[in-house]
């Protein structure tokens, strides 16, 4: 997927922003570290989030990592 992470918002149709994943396999945190944890995580569509810090762009079938971003 790919997100604007500031505003917690998931995003579609070819736009630009952070790559970030979610499921049963991603760490659920940083433990004891509040901090990285709201840095690199949030809450949408009722599933928590990791934000890698990746800028990406969607399309209708693959996600492309901007270079240099």
């Known amino acids: 997927m790919i997100a604007d992470s500031a ?13 970030v994943i979610s499921g049963p396999y991603v760490t659920p945190g940083y433990e004891g570290n509040p901090n990285a944890n709201a840095e690199n995580f949030f809450e949408a569509d ?3 989030w990791s934000a890698p810090a990746i800028r990406g762009r969607s399309t209708p079938r693959v996600i492309c990592v901007s270079p240099g971003a």
């Open 46 to 48: 009722g599933k928590r």
């Open 7 to 19: 505003k917690n918002l998931l995003i579609n149709g070819g736009a630009t922003g952070e790559i």
